[in-house]
């Protein structure tokens, strides 16, 4: 019996497998992205297990924030073992060759780190000669910004180095690290002549140690209480993998979830295109039932198709996965830290080959399931009775419910987590169903109000969207998924960079000085006056600790694991504090909690918080808080909470003191200035770097250009998903054509016969695809302009402000893309001569 349905199904389909190897194609994109995805996420586990001693560069890595105590210090002479010393700020270079100034990383190294892995430099032997003479090895992309070459000259602080090399990779760094801060490194024995490190600097102490043949863990198990009271941070080999694992996982389940939809999208494509085929093979399911097929062998013999074509396009999307592989690592190189040499994974195709069987017999099903109702009768009423006969609504629905659980089964296979998954389908069907329900108004009243002055050629092709078998609904919902995921894209890197920039506008500041030592704010204050630019705010500020919090020790409370803290509340504890005094609140500030007191009391010293801080260390108003100032201890009552608003150009801080308590204490300055041109801030920077070097700059044009970087980079990943959704919405849209070519054909030799000429015939045509593809746009532009009002109110809490020219860029790609397909596709339909589709009809 089974040879027989296989028989019958390869016979049945002589004469549409070119059209069924169409249909199939549509889950061949998705399939393709799931299987070189899933060989990319071997590839990189067996990359990180090969270079994971490379990541951290040592066995072991102990960090503080501030110099190590002699405790601290002790602790690392007993660890014994190879060692080297990291000392880590920022801090404005200075380029004599083009006077380019730079906020930069400075890394003073002493010792052979790293002890896995290595710097690469060009020249090569400038990553070991840089350590015993005055040169610095100078990261390549701030080398190519200010056309820098080796051999030039760079001053950091009052010392002048000599650029040694370019700084092309630091293993266990991304590239995106050289667009946010590039890096300098300098050898640790001329760091005291740069006298950059002074009271207030934020500087970051790193030890790192390699052990010859001892149990790496246990020695970190054994230091841990340790670090947690003494603030240190603790890394191993192992810990910096699983922490990188993590960010890879994210990534993956990102990316995967992404293939996944337009998975679903061209699941949905076979479903519609099975529909359709099913249709025209009435006559046929008639006769067999006619000739003693039963209901169930003739479902089976379509199944049989269906799954047919779920196989030739699984094997199809595996070749294709080959391609993604050896894609992918170019598309993510900026954002991963690892070196990886792509490798094909063959379990990875078994799992594509029977998900994308298994999704096209689960879709293929549905329109099935009509045919079972089919009648011997129909042999005799077909030529006066052509409806579909209805499918039992019960089984439908148990199909509906199987779908649903198997997405639901392969999305918590991708994930790993049950709340992901079920979120990912709940959010799936959400947008489904918004896409569908746009797509659907703006068909319906195009149709309520019908254009109908318009010219008959305008007419016609708007029209012929509602021809029968048109799949119009479906055409939209692939191309306005892409053409969302597209403008969402756009419009969200737009309204951020245009925040970003309507915080400098108007009088707002766009310049910050920050690490200024007290005997230098006067003279600084003088320079800025005597170019003509205005002193809007002077700022002490005062580095401080958390020493106990309501009368409990930090210490302890760090010491103590059976508490729920979470790494925010551990983070707050451990965290350097940079506090200020002052009698005023600033326009960034809302007191949402308590008293805002601008003089201390006579019995009480209160401190006014940071919501989230607070809420961080536990504390509300009326609580008790010590601080540890520089050794010494301040007795403190939440007096006020402050919500705080981060995204504008000024200092804002997590705690804010009333004058008259921290004058006396050591402290720093910042001030806050605005510059109108490009070049008043570019002479204030060389101004700066030549009298203050210690003193770091921070314009509102670094920070754009940054942003703008990284937008870019990350945006790369989305709209790599973005292409599998307009891929595969134009694979059905060609499948669309094909399955109604020979309506289409009847259709122009009815135009021809009743007088239209070629050219009309052919701008109906062009017209009907114009008005499906700006319709298709139009849903995705709609919705993203919807998703990215709600991103900007609710996670980023800017103001909504779209650019509408990346939509404008959109609709019209979208729209001619769908044109191009849709006319490409259909060559040769308009040729057809009259008399050859009349001799047809009989």
């Keep these: 019996m089974i ?18 190897l169409l249909f199939t194609s549509s889950i061949s994109i998705g ?30 890595a102990l960090t503080s924030r501030q110099p190590f105590t002699p405790a601290t210090e002790a602790l690392i002479d007993s660890l014994g073992g190879v060692q080297a010393r990291q000392v880590a700020f920022n801090s404005m270079i200075y380029l004599p060759k083009t006077q380019s100034t730079r906020l930069a990383q400075i890394r003073a190294l002493t010792g052979p780190f790293p002890f896995y892995g290595e710097l690469k430099t060009a020249p090569a032997e400038a990553a070991q000669s840089f350590r015993t003479q005055p040169h610095a090895l100078v990261d390549e992309a701030l080398m190519l910004q200010f056309g820098a070459a080796v051999g030039d000259s760079i001053k950091i602080g009052d010392t002048v180095f000599l650029i040694g090399g ?128 039963t209901a169930r062998q003739t479902v089976l013999i379509y199944l049989i198709q269906a799954g047919g074509m779920g196989l030739v396009g699984s094997l199809i999307g595996a070749l294709l996965g080959v391609g993604v592989l050896y894609l992918l690592p170019n598309v993510l190189a900026d954002v991963l830290p690892l070196q990886v040499e792509p490798s094909f994974d063959f379990l990875a195709v078994l799992e594509g080959l029977g998900l ?170 003088d320079l800025i006056a005597g170019m003509d630019l205005p002193l809007l705010q002077q700022v002490p500020i005062v580095t401080m600790h ?33 506090a200020t005094y002052r009698d005023f609140l600033t326009e960034t500030e809302e007191i949402v909690a308590g008293t805002w007191r601008s003089q201390p009391a006579d019995d009480t010293l209160y401190v006014s918080l940071e919501t989230g801080v607070a809420s961080s260390l536990g504390v509300g108003v009326g609580d008790s808080l010590t601080f540890d100032v520089q050794g010494v201890p301040i007795d403190v009552v939440v007096g006020s909470l402050r919500q705080v608003n981060w995204q504008r150009i000024m200092p804002n801080f997590l705690a804010v003191f009333p004058p008259g308590i921290l004058e006396a204490a050591p402290q720093s300055h910042v001030l806050v200035s605005r510059t109108a041109t490009t070049e ?8 700066t770097v030549h009298r203050f070097p210690n003193v770091s700059v921070i314009d509102l044009g670094s920070i754009l250009s940054t942003v703008d970087t990284i937008l870019d980079k990350v945006s790369l990943v989305v709209r790599f998903m973005a292409f599998f959704s307009v891929s595969v919405g134009l694979i059905v849209l060609v499948g669309v054509i094909a399955s109604s070519r020979y309506q289409r054909i009847e259709e122009s030799v009815l135009l021809k016969t009743l007088g ?71 060559r040769g339909v308009h040729t057809s001569p009259p008399l050859e589709v009349l001799r047809s009809l009989g």
Excluded: C
């Design 680 to 687: 008043q801030m570019a002479a204030l920077q060389r101004s």
């Design 546 to 578: 958390v020493h106990s919090v309501k009368g409990q020790p930090a210490r302890a409370i760090l010491r103590d694991t059976t508490a729920n803290r979470g790494r925010r509340g551990n983070w707050a504890l451990r965290h350097e504090y940079r």
């Design 31 to 60: 399939i393709g992205a799931l299987v070189g995805l899933s060989s990319l996420s071997s590839t990189l586990q067996e990359a990180m297990d090969q270079q994971a001693a490379a990541l951290l560069g040592a066995d072991m």
């Design 3 to 20: 040879a027989w349905l296989g028989k019958m199904a390869w016979r049945d389909s002589r004469s549409h497998r070119r059209k069924l």
């Design 166 to 293: 370019r700084l092309l990779r630091i293993p266990g760094e991304n590239a995106l690290f050289s667009d946010i801060q590039p890096r300098v490194y300098i050898p640790m024995s001329y760091l005291d002549d740069t006298h950059l490190i002074q009271r207030g600097s934020r500087v970051t102490y790193t030890a790192f140690f390699r052990f010859a043949e001892r149990d790496v863990q246990a020695i970190a198990k054994s230091i841990r209480p340790h670090t947690r009271g003494d603030r240190l941070r603790l890394e191993t080999i192992e810990s910096r993998k699983a922490r990188l694992g993590r960010t890879l996982n994210n990534l993956y389940r990102f990316l995967n979830l992404g293939s996944f939809i337009a998975l679903l999208l061209g699941g949905v494509g076979v479903a519609s295109a099975i529909h359709t085929y099913t249709r025209q093979k009435l006559s046929t399911v008639a006769v067999l039932r006619s000739l003693g097929a």
């Design 356 to 525: 994308g069987i298994g999704l096209s017999l689960l879709f293929a099903a549905r329109p099935l399931l009509a045919i079972r109702k089919t009648s011997p009768l129909l042999t005799l009423r077909a030529s006066f009775e052509d409806d579909q006969p209805a499918d039992s609504g019960l089984l439908r629905w148990v199909l509906y419910v199987g779908i649903v659980l198997i997405i639901a089964l392969f999305a918590y296979r991708l994930t790993d987590r049950w709340p992901l998954a079920l979120g990912f389908v709940g959010g799936v069907g959400v947008a489904f169903a918004l896409l569908t329900l746009t797509a659907r108004s703006i068909i319906y009243g195009t149709r309520r109000f019908f254009p109908a002055s318009w010219s008959y050629i305008w007419r016609q092709g708007l029209a012929n969207l509602y021809r029968p078998n048109n799949q119009t609904t479906l055409l939209m919902l692939g191309l306005g998924l892409g053409t969302f995921l597209l403008s969402t894209l756009f419009l969200t890197q737009t309204n951020l960079l245009s925040h970003i920039k309507s915080v400098g506008s108007d009088q707002n500041p766009n310049v910050v000085l920050f690490d200024i030592q007290t005997d230098q704010r006067q003279e600084l204050s």
């Design 756 to 826: 239209a000429s070629r050219r009309q015939v052919v701008a109906i045509m062009a017209l009907e695809y114009l008005f499906l593809g700006a319709f298709a746009a139009a849903t995705g532009v709609i919705l993203s302009l919807g998703g990215v009002w709600a991103l900007n109110r609710y996670l980023f809490e800017i103001s909504f402000a779209p650019d509408y020219l990346p939509l404008i860029l959109a609709f019209a790609a979208v729209s001619l893309l769908t044109v191009a397909v849709g006319m490409i596709s259909s």
